[in-house]
């Protein structure tokens, strides 16, 4: 989306002067922040593939599906024309390996030959320490109405029209990971409406509302989940998956709670937290509003799982969700985490990098998709463990000198 397309009040002078405006601002910024990652510590050592915590007791094939999609998407971006020389420069070395993928097939002990032939395995540390946090996340299923009632009040909107998403790595290769949100205020870029304000009204008369919730609680998690099954009193099933944010920071209002008083540290848990707000009808919208990112939604056609910020569909237990600035979407990466997976074993596997989130921040930082269902549920509202990771790269990368 450019800029220029989505502001025809200016005219075009106005939009140049708009843009180099906004990238003399941001780009100052932006090449601070990279010096700053590249002298702060970040380091990616290489590790033999068959010395990984568990590697051997991993079905690794379990993560070859999603692989397998990523590696789609990954070559579907180098067909597209209009991707610079550049940008598909820095795609292609994953071409060769992704060839494979995509045509191949695998069983156990072939796909971890594969791997090990066409990959080297990189522990991320970070200012000396190779310890990371690690949370879940899922595909909650909720009561919903297609018209809104006294019973189903609260509204689940799609992407506005006046949202404006600015990727500034159109205009300068090394802001590729940059995007500001907003809308266009008389001749301004003006930050999207908070939390508090659409609560308060902000889109009423200018969004219809794809859907109405029971649940006020429910809708602020589904926010945070960013995708969910809707059961229509009908008995239909809407899925909704991520359209867009509003471009706020997120705030965990899990901290809130733990600083007051109102929720141990050690009990904190999206469990916890649904029956704190429960429990306090009086002071939930307060403090859920105290968190301004707000999520849009649109209607996910065909059976299949929530869509990742790759564009893929996510797999169950294999699909990971990861700082961008830091962890290339598509690539493997093997997790080994202080938790207890669905079979009560140490979560130590085989992922993909497929997915983003407003509170995954950091580089040894990820959020498990544990797909949906009530063991899903109970393990990403539990979910809250230290643990390392290691990113694969094919063998002619070395992320240690991939620009940031």
């Avoid at 990279?34 to 991993?58: A, C, H, Q, Y």
């Avoid at 009193?233 to 007051?260: D, F, Q, T, W």
């Avoid at 899903?376 to 063998?395: D, H, N």
């Amino acid at each position: 989306m450019t800029v220029s397309s989505k502001l025809p009040i200016f005219g075009r002078k106005w939009n140049k002067f708009f843009i180099f405006a906004l990238l003399t601002v941001v780009t100052g910024c932006s090449q601070i922040g990279s010096e700053k990652r590249m002298s702060d510590g970040l380091v990616f050592l290489e590790t033999d593939i068959e010395s990984l915590p568990g590697w051997n007791n991993d079905k690794v094939l379990s993560a070859f599906p999603a692989l397998q999609k990523s590696c789609r998407s990954i070559l579907r971006k180098l067909n597209r024309r209009n991707k610079s020389q550049k940008k598909l420069k820095k795609h292609s070395v994953w071409q060769k390996v992704c060839d494979q993928i995509t045509v191949n097939s695998f069983g156990e002990d072939s796909f971890r030959e594969f791997l090990k032939s066409k990959f080297n395995a990189y522990q991320i540390r970070y200012r000396g320490s190779d310890e990371g946090l690690f949370t879940g996340y899922y595909e909650p299923t909720l009561d919903g109405s297609l018209q809104p009632s006294r019973e189903y009040k609260t509204p689940i909107y799609p992407k506005p029209t006046d949202l404006i998403h600015v990727n500034l790595g159109e205009w300068k290769d090394s802001l590729d990971s940059s995007r500001i949100i907003g809308r266009v205020v008389g001749h301004k870029l003006k930050p999207y409406f908070s939390r508090s304000d659409i609560s308060k009204g902000a889109l009423d008369g200018e969004n219809i509302p794809i859907l109405w919730l029971k649940s006020e609680i429910d809708a602020f998690f589904l926010h945070i989940q960013g995708s969910g099954r809707v059961v229509l009193p009908n008995g239909e099933v809407y899925r909704l998956g991520y359209a867009g944010k509003n471009g706020r920071k997120y705030y965990p209002i899990g901290r809130y709670l733990v600083e007051i008083g109102a929720i141990p540290q050690e009990n904190i848990s999206m469990q916890s937290i649904k029956k704190w707000l429960k429990e306090n009808p009086g002071k939930k919208n307060d403090v859920m509003n105290m968190n301004p990112s707000y999520v849009f939604f649109q209607k996910l056609k065909g059976k299949e799982g929530p869509i990742g910020a790759q564009g893929v569909v996510l797999t169950s237990g294999r699909s990971l969700a990861v700082d961008r600035h830091y962890s290339t979407l598509g690539a493997p990466v093997w997790l080994s985490a202080n938790f207890a997976d669905e079979e009560g074993k140490k979560l130590q596997r085989l992922m993909v990098a497929q997915d983003t989130g407003g509170a995954i921040k950091g580089p040894i930082r990820g959020d498990v998709f544990w797909g949906s269902g009530k063991t899903a549920e109970r393990l990403a509202g539990i979910m809250k463990a230290k643990g390392s990771m290691y990113v694969f790269y094919p063998k002619n990368i070395n992320p240690n000198f991939i620009s940031r």
